[in-house]
């Protein structure tokens, strides 16, 4: 009897190479006369170019070619943006900029030198007329009337208003017995992969028939082909893209930047191979940001808690220009502002703001944690204002385990759920009843002890094709190779999620092979039919769903050899152990190896069927999928210092099936630390004349595996119909469900002193602050 | 994150070094590295030469010598860390050496060089200004030793002239009932110290304070002793209230750093609330 290999918990293929060092990055790779790129990017926030002199630059030996804006001008299109909606002033803007620069760390000027070193002194070597701005870095300033405009053009710092709502909400609010209402802020971040961007270019020009490969460590290896071949007039079939190991992406490299055109056009203007890096201080500086909303929110409730109505104004930060997606992002917090709950009345009215800041794109959860964020803060003001538990609060609120599929009145249809059962897994395992007593008599003692809850849904698997920006399928081929092993080739090109082993189990189990029987293959354009990516937490319930009814189809063809092999009937036919044979007569089989040769020599082939063992598969999802859970973090504050200390962390969730434990586990810690990066540390600042604050890691904090807490993980198990697998995504789930669970235990610990909000980043001294205005008479505690 | 072209010397004995670095202007010294290389990684520094002093064996030891422990400059953290002779004889340097970075940084980096950089937050200088150490330095044309208080002139700024190179710390060894401790308020981004307060508190058997030096790291442009702290606590009988009111003068008189990690006001209660911790812990291990 073969191992089932879906469901347990299998070490990664990729790992060995990770771990050993020997993986290849973008920067990895060595071309012979390879030429770097150094790029001068703004030190303003907003600033009108005079001039710039690169005729020094230039002259330095070495050095082969200095560009600006005037060079690319007419040249190279300006950067697309996919993810627009109405009625939005879309600003242009190019891999170089010219005339005006609206952010610091904005290129105005690249060099080419067959040294990087070289590069990188020519730099200052260029002179540069700038003549400054005034800058507006703050939302709310940038809409008040007679701020600095980013562009006079339009009159206004507004990019565009979007709206979306559900119910009746003015009635909604007529018939509440109050009003709860708060402003959040849910601050920039950076995403910050540990590999930063880097882009490697060669064309080789073979009279008519030039081919340009373009190395790129991106989420959409595809994607950025179709648009480098767009922008650069190129053939699409004559471009080829590799993401070779890509460090890891959190949406920040689901974009098409600048950098991505322009090191090929470099390429293939100088005939040599052009490589970039991109430093630290530049991926912080212009690499896209995340988050960045001030939310307004009003929420209509009844005495007994229940949620009648919901409407928030959400003020989202586009900074200086739009990338690949930027306006959609904030859509999706609308999308998505109903949650695990049963609110009839919704409204969202969502305002794009322009201020001289990079620009703001999809970061893990994209949009999503601001939506449950939002919500859960809510929950929680709810329950104080109420004086009701905060459990209680949700459990009222939940859509019923029976109620499924489930409209929201944002129109989604919530595929499976059970909230109620995740909510109370959560709170047995951290004893929630226990701890509520004990937070008590600890407050009695003058200790600080704070429960954070926060239930979740959210938006997975993107998604029906109608509904993305991009297209929402995925591509894959399953190729049993003549010997019997197996090629998997997917268009979900991963950036460190673990396809390579997911995918095998998905296969190995469908064939009954092995994991070493199966390698999977992906990021080269070249190799992998047209695919779409790995964001949004749709490879396995996309990607993976293509691989299974790619599969399908194999095994289907494969049958029908082994039957006309084995003289019997393709019905009942099993594979097992690297056989194929009748479920009911074991004893007489053919291997999977025997059945691969003969389909390739093709000596006696089935009737109607062609040689060969392929098949190639593009799944469309009908819907999305919705995963879901709780997250409890328990805390305590030193009342003399506002500084956290973990307790506990739980967390339960629920993506549906699960193909390999270690992977959902390992996809569960990371999001908790982003997400509690968010809730406690992280928080891109810029001054008031727009000057990067935090622009190295000496003053940007990710958090280190010191800062985290135990992670207690537990999971329910609620398959969604939506495809074969019943697969969900876990991909962003941690850093969804950990922020708000982190701040709520933080405002639970001082809710005694009236506390009700604090904004992120939850810093030591905010809270001790916090702590002194609302206990003012005890002040300064002088243990004696 | 790519310096400029700089010269490399590698002299192997100290005199060399001298001698290099006396006949080389716009030279630094190059010990651990890990606050010379990411500045000049940001162009912040662009040294023309650096002599790196790494490959000079006699300024590595711990060693005892007429009631002193001496530290050679080139010592790293880690082999303070896990010196058994200070755990011993000097405990407030192996406690302290653990909020360092991390084992890589405290695999390269040195005390020396640390002290010679004066980061206004880094752990060394509190440590060494509550055990009293002096400071050996050295140029071709002799050497000089400073107490560690007269070592710190300001923000990244050292008594050490151009032609100079730090050799070697010299330790008084604390007399019996000393009680020593360190505590720090990591800035979370760089593991830096908001504050950092080492205490070295000596009592006698009726509890009353014969000496004691409060180091404190973070709150000021350059480590300080907080002599306002001191001065409560010397010849008085101790007891926790006294620590109490005596921490509370831990931030008088300095000007505090204000950044977007800490403003003055939090940096100075940090600094009066953990003087008070560290002077609570240090009385209760003698």
Redesign the interface.
């Known amino acids: 009897m073969a191992t089932k290999l879906i469901g347990e918990r299998i070490k990664r293929k990729e790992d060995p190479r990770l771990i050993t060092g020997t993986a290849s990055y973008v920067d990895d790779i060595k071309l012979p006369n390879v030429h770097h790129v150094?790029f001068l990017r703004s030190i303003y926030g907003h600033a009108k170019i005079n001039k710039i002199d690169v005729s020094e630059a230039r002259k330095l030996p070495g050095v082969v070619a200095v560009l600006t804006h005037d060079d690319i001008k007419g040249v190279l299109k300006p950067m697309p943006c996919v993810g627009g909606v109405p009625d939005m002033h879309t600003p242009e803007h190019y891999p170089l900029s010219g005339g005006k620069v609206r952010f610091v760390g904005e290129a105005i000027a690249a060099v080419v030198a067959n040294d990087?070193?070289v590069a990188?002194?020519a730099l200052?070597l260029i002179n540069v007329d700038y003549e400054p701005l005034p800058v507006v870095v703050d939302m709310e300033k940038a809409l008040e009337k007679g701020a600095p405009l980013l562009y006079e053009e339009y009159g206004e710092n507004r990019g565009f208003t979007w709206k979306i709502s559900g119910g009746d909400i003015d009635k909604a609010f007529q018939e509440a017995d109050r009003v709860v209402k708060l402003r959040l802020v849910n601050q920039r971040v950076a995403p910050i992969p540990l590999e930063t961007r880097a882009v490697l270019a060669q064309y080789q020009d073979r009279g008519v028939e030039g081919e340009l490969t373009v190395w790129t460590s991106t989420q959409i290896p595809h994607g950025i082909r179709t648009s480098i071949a767009g922008m650069l007039n190129l053939p699409e079939h004559r471009v080829r893209v590799i993401a070779p190991e890509v460090g890891g992406g959190f949406g920040c490299k689901v974009d098409f930047y600048g950098e991505e055109v322009l090191i090929p056009y470099l390429a293939m203007k100088l005939k040599v191979p052009v490589k970039w890096v991109e430093?630290?201080?530049e991926n912080i500086q212009a690499t896209d940001h995340g988050r960045d909303q001030i939310n307004y929110i009003e929420a209509a409730v009844k005495n007994d808690g229940t949620v009648v109505g919901l409407r928030v104004k959400v003020l989202a930060d586009m900074g200086a220009y739009y990338q690949l997606l930027s306006p959609v992002i904030p859509t999706l917090t609308g999308l998505m502002m109903c949650g695990p709950y049963k609110i009839s009345n919704v409204s969202m009215e969502v305002l794009g703001v322009f201020t001289n800041k990079m620009a703001t794109d999809a970061y893990r959860g994209a949009g999503r944690p601001e939506a449950t964020y939002l919500l859960e803060r809510t929950m929680d003001a709810i329950a104080a204002e109420l004086n009701l538990d905060p459990v209680e609060v949700r459990m009222k609120n939940f859509i019923q385990p029976n109620e499924f599929p489930y409209k929201t009145a944002t129109g989604l249809v919530y595929d499976s759920g059970n909230y109620q059962a995740a909510l109370q897994k959560a709170l047995d395992h951290v004893g929630y009843t226990k701890l509520r007593e004990e937070q008590k008599k600890l407050r009695e003692q003058g200790q600080y002890v704070g429960i954070g809850i926060s239930s979740y849904v959210e938006i997975c698997a993107f998604g029906p094709s109608a509904a993305t920006a991009t297209g929402g399928w995925e591509s894959a081929t399953v190729r049993i190779e003549p010997t019997g092993k197996v090629t998997v080739l997917t268009g979900s090109s991963p950036h460190g999620q673990g396809q390579e082993t997911t995918f095998a189990q998905i296969v190995a189990d469908g064939l009954g092979l092995t994991m070493e029987d199966i390698t999977v293959q992906h990021g080269d354009t070249a190799v992998v039919q047209y695919g779409i990516g790995t964001f949004g937490s749709r490879a396995t319930a996309v990607g993976g769903t293509a691989v299974y009814l790619a599969l399908q189809k194999v095994k289907e063809k494969a049958t029908k050899f082994a039957a006309h092999m084995l003289k019997v009937d393709s019905k009942g036919l099993v594979f097992r152990d690297g056989k194929i044979f009748p479920e009911n007569n074991p004893e007489k089989s053919v291997t999977l190896t025997e059945v691969a040769l003969a389909a390739y020599l093709a000596k006696d082939l089935p009737p109607d069927t062609e040689p060969g063992l392929v098949a190639t598969a593009f799944y469309e999802p009908k819907n999305f999928t919705f995963p879901f859970g709780t997250h409890i973090a328990v805390v305590d504050i030193d009342p003399?210092?506002g500084?956290i200390k973990f307790r506990r962390y739980v967390a339960v969730d629920d993506c549906g099936n699960i193909i390999n434990m270690l992977t959902v586990h390992g996809q569960v810690h990371g999001g908790i630390a982003q997400g509690l990066g968010q809730a406690?540390?992280e928080e891109v600042?810029y001054d008031e004349n727009g000057q990067l604050?935090?622009g190295?890691?000496?003053?940007?904090?990710i958090p280190k595996a010191h800062?985290l807490p135990k992670f207690e993980l537990d999971y329910t198990v609620t398959p969604t119909n939506v495809n074969p697998l019943g697969v969900k995504g876990v991909g962003e789930a941690g850093t969804i469900g950990s922020t708000p669970a982190v701040v709520n235990a933080v405002i639970d610990a001082l809710a005694h002193l009236g506390v009700r909000n604090i904004d992120m980043p939850l810093?030591?001294?905010k809270i001790?602050?916090t702590i002194k205005e609302h206990a003012p008479k005890k002040g300064?505690i002088?243990?004696? | 994150?790519?310096p400029?072209?700089f010269e490399y010397l590698v002299p192997t004995t100290l005199d060399e070094a001298l001698s290099a670095l006396s006949t080389h202007t716009d030279a630094k010294i190059l010990a651990g590295g890990h606050s010379l290389i990411p500045a000049m990684k940001?162009?912040l520094a662009s040294p023309k030469y650096l002599i790196d002093i790494s490959r000079i064996s006699d300024l590595n030891y711990v060693r005892e010598s007429g009631g002193q422990i001496l530290i050679g400059a080139g010592t790293t953290h880690y082999q303070i860390e896990s010196s058994t002779l200070l755990k011993e004889k000097c405990p407030l340097l192996t406690e302290t050496a653990p909020y360092i970075g991390d084992v890589q940084v405290r695999n390269r980096g040195t005390l020396g060089g640390s002290l010679a950089h004066a980061d206004p937050a880094a752990d060394w200088p509190a440590a060494i200004l509550a055990v009293g150490a002096e400071i050996n330095v050295r140029s071709s044309r002799g050497e000089r030793t400073l107490k560690a208080e007269d070592f710190f002139v300001d923000m990244m700024t050292t008594a050490l002239q151009p032609n100079e190179i730090l050799t070697e710390i010299r330790i008084p060894i604390p007399p019996q009932r000393t009680g020593s401790a360190y505590e720090k308020?990591k800035q979370?981004?760089?593991g830096?110290a908001l504050v950092g307060v080492a205490v070295q508190i000596t009592l006698d058997t009726n509890r009353t304070c014969q000496r004691v030096q409060v180091g404190i790291t973070g709150l000021a442009p350059k480590p300080f002793r907080a002599i306002g702290v001191e001065n409560m606590l010397k010849g008085k009988v101790i007891n926790?209230?006294l620590l109490?009111q005596a921490a509370?003068k831990a931030a008088d008189g300095v000007d505090p750093l204000s950044d977007?990690?800490?403003?003055a006001e939090?940096r100075s209660?940090?600094a009066?609330?953990h003087t008070?911790r560290a002077l609570q812990r240090a009385v209760s291990r003698i």
């Open positions: 150094a990087r070193y990188r002194d200052d430093g630290r201080r003399e210092t500084q406690l540390y600042v604050l935090t190295s890691f000496m003053d940007y904090c800062h810093k030591p001294e001790w602050k300064p002088i243990v004696a | 994150m790519i400029a072209a940001l162009r308020v979370p981004a760089s830096f926790d209230q109490a509370e977007i990690h800490a403003s939090y209660h940090l009066r609330v008070k």
